[in-house]
């Protein structure tokens, strides 16, 4: 296969219909009740995601994601009584967002704005919630082809940013779902394991997980470890262009401890299940770091980054154990206890997978980049896989039900 091939896919080829009413709108009363579809080397298997334990093996070492939805949408009124809606997307002054979150004070943010035309440019947006006696103050600061920068302030200014949003934003649910969060949202768009404020999408696939099915996976032997990755709103971004060489991948911060590289290190050859898209381009972004910490020992990790074609534009036949090795040696040498750097990475068709073996992860949107990481991870198989859940009445996107993917070949 061409190494560019990536590039020159056609997102057109990979799209099917999906009525309106096989999108979930709403979390099944139970989380572990969801379907859960079991592809393995084109064997498909309907099951329920509770008997997840029954199809992994006791070696296997599932990786999920810790990041927690923030409430990102914040409205405010302006003088003339409009209301206008800010949708957080990132911090704008290239800090991290687990950094942003804990900002006291004042922050300076990238957003959407809802109605933003009603925000004069030089109007200050005041908003006062007497219950917990919170002001916030939002100056528009500027503008680009792809969001705002607004600074927003605050008193108390002893607040972290996370709080605020907690005490006066409002959970951000999908665009396709076309209603606004209710208080059963609060609850059901979290994991059970979510811990670190940060993300403005769920990293969905976990949403089936609950306790009684951890914990049946830890008595089978299934260890878990914990990568963050906080999902922007990138994630929803469609891709507009014919081919795609023209589409822009968002960039993402991700956080991964050094005792996770080391439980990574320490369990290869066994299996590795990635929960969720989101966790899986972490683990693979894992590998393109440590392969330039191999080609280039002396690299500082600050500003290191893995762009959006790097597996293209400079393949690599590094073992997976010198590249983690690498990345090892280097958060040692330079006194670093985490790996926090952005990825842009595209996984499509063309891309060989380094470390992990299965995915667990719902069903995506027609024409997607998530779309495109499911076919590259089990070929054109995704076809029957996606012909099936259709056939069979699962529900699909963020509050639908589940698949277990095995790595195809």
């Given at each position: 296969m061409p190494i560019d091939m990536p590039r020159q896919l056609s997102i057109s080829d990979f799209t099917y219909d999906l009525p309106d009413a096989r999108i979930a709108t709403h979390p099944l009363p139970q989380r572990d009740d969801s379907k859960l579809l079991v592809y393995r080397q084109g064997s498909i298997t309907d099951t329920?995601?509770?008997?997840?334990?029954?199809?992994?093996?006791?070696?296997a070492l599932m990786v999920v994601n810790n990041t927690k939805v923030v409430e990102a949408r914040l409205h405010f009124d302006t003088v003339q009584g409009a209301q206008v809606e800010l949708f957080y997307l990132a911090p704008?002054?290239?800090i991290d967002q687990s950094s942003a979150m804990a900002q006291l004070g004042d922050v300076e943010i990238k957003c959407y704005i809802g109605k933003a035309r009603k925000w004069k440019p030089d109007e200050v947006l005041l908003r006062h919630d007497a219950a917990s006696?919170?002001?916030i103050r939002a100056v528009l600061l500027g503008k680009t082809a792809d969001y705002f920068t607004v600074r927003l302030s605050w008193t108390p200014r002893q607040l972290p940013f996370a709080q605020v949003l907690h005490l006066a934003g409002k959970i951000p649910l999908p665009p396709y779902l076309r209603r606004d969060a209710n208080l059963a949202d609060a609850e059901r768009y979290q994991t059970v394991y979510a811990q670190l404020d940060g993300s403005v999408a769920a990293p969905t696939a976990g949403l089936h997980f609950t306790e009684s099915v951890m914990h049946n996976l830890q008595q089978k032997?299934?260890?878990?470890?914990?990568?963050?990755?906080?999902?922007?709103?990138?994630t929803f971004?469609?891709?507009?262009?014919?081919?795609m060489a023209g589409h822009e991948m968002h960039g993402e911060y991700i956080d991964v401890h050094i005792?996770?590289?080391?439980?990574?290190?320490g369990h290869l050859p066994r299996p590795v299940v990635a929960v969720g898209t989101t966790s899986m381009r972490t683990l693979e972004s894992l590998y393109w770091l440590g392969v330039q910490l191999y080609r280039q020992p002396e690299m500082p990790l600050n500003g290191l980054q893995v762009a959006q074609f790097e597996p293209y534009d400079h393949p690599s036949d590094v073992p997976v154990a010198e590249a983690?090795?690498?990345?090892?040696?280097?958060?040692?040498?330079?006194?670093?206890?985490?790996v926090l750097v952005q990825t842009h990475l595209m996984i499509a068709p063309g891309y060989r997978f380094r470390l992990v073996e299965g995915l667990i992860t719902n069903f995506h949107q027609p024409q997607s980049t998530l779309l495109l990481l499911v076919a590259a991870f089990i070929g054109s198989d995704w076809r029957?896989?996606?012909?099936?859940?259709?056939?069979?009445?699962y529900r699909f996107l963020s509050y639908g039900d589940s698949s277990l993917l095995w790595k195809a070949g």
């Open positions: 329920v995601f509770r008997q997840l334990p029954l199809h992994l093996p006791e070696n704008a002054n290239q006696g919170l002001t032997g299934v260890r878990t470890e914990r990568v963050t990755l906080h999902v922007g709103a990138g971004k469609p891709v507009q262009a014919d081919t005792d996770v590289l080391r439980q990574l290190m983690l090795a690498a990345l090892l040696y280097a958060l040692e040498s330079q006194g670093m206890v985490r029957m896989v996606y012909q099936h859940a259709l056939d069979h009445s």
